[in-house]
Nanobody, 128 residues
């Protein structure tokens, strides 16, 4: 399974919005949970959202719930993360990831080090 992450990160002012996207190839989309992690400077990588490839069920961390929305287009093997009301604490490198065994709460409870597939990270900076 491979990721190709499209442009979408960058610099945005507090309160602004960005959309990240990744396309998956080399695998069957429905066989995976796909989601996003982020890593702030000098902090541990954290899970922020995921979506079931087969059923489209979405999950969010408490830090982004209500502000971020994950979605997928199975026909295009695309996953999106729409981010609204961005704050400086959202600054970090955002990674798309996929795993065939994690689902729902385990996306957040298990260590990021065990996730099977990773996309190239994209920088998001929220600053005035």
């Amino acid at each position: 399974l491979r990721f190709s992450c499209r442009a979408g990160g960058g610099l945005v002012q507090p309160g602004g919005s960005l959309r990240l996207s990744c396309v998956l190839s080399g695998g069957t989309f429905e066989d995976y949970t796909i989601g996003w992690f982020r890593q702030a400077p000098e902090k541990e990588r954290e899970a922020i959202s995921c979506i079931g490839g087969s059923d489209g069920t979405t999950y969010y961390s408490t830090s982004v719930k209500g502000r971020f929305a994950i979605s997928s287009d199975t026909a295009k093997n695309m996953v999106y993360l729409q981010m609204h009301s961005l704050q400086p604490e959202d600054t970090g490198i955002y990674y798309c990831a996929a795993d065939p065994a994690r689902y729902g709460s385990t996306w957040f409870s298990l260590s990021w080090r065990g996730v099977d597939y990773w996309g190239k990270g994209t920088q998001v900076t929220v600053s005035s």
